[in-house]
């Protein structure tokens, strides 16, 4: 499913961490739209506004629009600056894209079809050795998330880089910086069950078949 998100911002003339902490008791998060060959902007939206956004996997791999005083620009999250104690966000950065400019960004992977696979039916487990993939394509091309399929993995299969299914115009960064072999990650792999967790099973099962003792005995 595709997303549309949307931010209405205001541009913002003083700087500094005086004019920031003004912004954030007004409840309004600094940011900065920068790129696309025009000036960078100061900007400040509403706060729960874009916490609400960030919520939503998709925000963080998605074209957005963004509304700076009645003029719409297409721009991608570049960065982010939390609170590491408090539950707000602390400064953010949008970068301008047209549809046809190549950039660089994180998407999440999504593991289909664990279910269905010869190897979790055989007792396995699956392990994701990478949980996101850093890409490059045109900004049109930027998919939301990439999906990895591993209906037919039996116990002991991996599946590298190199064994992906990516949309078209979509590239892995790490497989263009030369020799593919070189730079081709484990994704992920179906395991064996290990000696400790299949004992813990059988004792859990054993446990949870065992009758109660009456009273009196």
Request: a negative charge; charged letters at 25%; proline letters at 4%.
């Given at each position: 499913m595709s997303h549309t998100f949307n931010i209405e911002a205001v541009v913002r003339n003083d700087g500094g961490k005086g004019a920031s902490r003004r912004?954030?008791?007004?409840?309004l998060v600094p940011g900065i739209i920068y790129g696309g060959g025009k000036d960078p902007e100061m900007i400040a939206t509403a706060h729960n506004k874009?916490?609400?956004?960030?919520?939503?996997?998709?925000?963080?791999?998605?074209?957005?629009?963004?509304?700076v005083d009645g003029?719409?620009?297409?721009?991608?999250?570049?960065?982010?600056?939390?609170h590491p104690a408090k539950p707000f966000i602390i400064h953010f950065d949008l970068q301008r894209v047209a549809a046809t400019d190549r950039i660089k960004m994180h998407v999440p992977l999504h593991f289909i079809g664990e279910d269905e696979a010869p190897g979790i039916k055989a007792g396995g487990n699956v392990s994701h050795a990478l949980?996101?993939?850093?890409?490059?394509?045109?900004?049109?091309?930027?998919?939301?998330?990439?999906e990895v399929d591993v209906s037919g993995m039996e116990v002991g299969d991996m599946l590298h880089l190199t064994d992906?299914?990516?949309?078209?115009?979509?590239?892995i960064l790490a497989l263009t910086h030369g020799d593919e072999h070189e730079h081709d990650e484990l994704v992920v792999a179906m395991q064996a069950k290990s000696k400790a967790a299949e004992e813990e099973e059988i004792s859990n099962e054993a446990e949870s078949t065992e009758e109660p003792s009456s009273e009196g005995e």
């Amino acid at each position: 499913m595709s997303h549309t998100f949307n931010i209405e911002a205001v541009v913002r003339n003083d700087g500094g961490k005086g004019a920031s902490r003004r912004l954030r008791r007004e409840g309004l998060v600094p940011g900065i739209i920068y790129g696309g060959g025009k000036d960078p902007e100061m900007i400040a939206t509403a706060h729960n506004k874009l916490l609400q956004h960030l919520e939503n996997e998709a925000f963080y791999s998605s074209i957005v629009n963004v509304e700076v005083d009645g003029n719409t620009q297409r721009v991608v999250l570049k960065d982010l600056q939390r609170h590491p104690a408090k539950p707000f966000i602390i400064h953010f950065d949008l970068q301008r894209v047209a549809a046809t400019d190549r950039i660089k960004m994180h998407v999440p992977l999504h593991f289909i079809g664990e279910d269905e696979a010869p190897g979790i039916k055989a007792g396995g487990n699956v392990s994701h050795a990478l949980v996101d993939l850093e890409i490059i394509c045109e900004a049109q091309n930027l998919p939301e998330y990439i999906e990895v399929d591993v209906s037919g993995m039996e116990v002991g299969d991996m599946l590298h880089l190199t064994d992906l299914n990516l949309p078209e115009g979509v590239e892995i960064l790490a497989l263009t910086h030369g020799d593919e072999h070189e730079h081709d990650e484990l994704v992920v792999a179906m395991q064996a069950k290990s000696k400790a967790a299949e004992e813990e099973e059988i004792s859990n099962e054993a446990e949870s078949t065992e009758e109660p003792s009456s009273e009196g005995e």
